[in-house]
């Protein structure tokens, strides 16, 4: 991978070479995120929920969590306490480890509200859509069997940017808040740094782009495992 990068340089120029870096970072990011989700549905027969829940059904952890060992991140895992809540005594000293893992890198250049200067909480650039229609309703979620609509067009998990949602945070983005027309700048929403929008993984693994400017009904034909709706090639 080295050599491919320094012949990458050596063939479009130092200043170009940065320009060219920021484009396949998050991407490199989008598909590992991808590639661990699937490969816990290749494990557990289903993908992760959204966040598993105590005997009352509050959400207490998140898909992000359950993930880490799939990302390479078995000793975090082993550090968090599922006993207790994600921003409870003993998980609060993980906040600040997970690294690059959840974080667009080309949001990074342009926000300073990854690392809160109180808690020292790290946001999420990367989000499920929960819903009765979509992978994940929250406390359960579907199987790759499940999606009958094209995997290529189906959401697995979106970019949200300036989320304002901790990693470790159970929440994600709720199917009803994708309209654009519904916005609301107190929540988050699918919605990216990149030059063509926001970066997604599909539920086929690969890595899409979707439009800033995107309709809403595309959004919500894009959420759903079964719909059935048309889908424009984006």
């Not at 661990?36 to 549905?41: D, M, T």
């Not at 609060?92 to 080309?106: E, F, V, W």
């Not at 107190?186 to 899409?208: K, N, T």
Request: glycine content about 8%; hydrophobic content about 40%.
């Amino acid at each position: 991978a080295l050599d491919v990068l320094r012949r990458l340089k050596q063939c479009v120029g130092a200043a170009r070479f940065v320009h060219v870096l920021k484009c396949i970072q998050p991407a490199a990011i989008d598909f590992r995120i991808g590639r661990a989700v699937l490969a816990y549905e290749a494990e557990h027969g289903s993908f992760p929920p959204a966040a598993t829940a105590d005997e009352n059904g509050n959400p207490m952890h998140s898909w992000r969590v359950l993930i880490l060992p799939y990302l390479d991140r078995q000793d975090l895992y082993d550090m968090y306490d599922f006993d207790e809540a994600w921003n409870g005594p003993g998980n609060s000293l993980l906040a600040d480890q997970i690294g690059d893992i959840y974080r667009c890198p080309s949001e990074e250049e342009t926000a300073d509200h990854w690392l809160d200067e109180e808690t020292g909480f790290l946001d999420t650039s990367y989000m499920m859509i929960v819903g009765p229609n979509t992978i994940t309703d929250g406390p359960s979620a579907q199987s790759l069997s499940d999606v009958t609509d094209v995997p290529y067009d189906t959401f697995l998990v979106v970019e949200t940017g300036q989320s304002g949602i901790h990693w470790m945070d159970p929440r994600d983005l709720a199917e009803e808040q994708i309209a654009r027309e519904s916005y609301d700048p107190a929540l988050p929403m699918i919605w990216g740094e990149h030059f063509l929008g926001a970066h997604a993984v599909m539920c086929d693994g690969s890595i899409r782009n979707v439009s800033n400017s995107i309709e809403p009904d595309q959004l919500k034909a894009m959420s759903t495992i079964g719909g059935g709706e048309s889908v424009w090639k984006y």
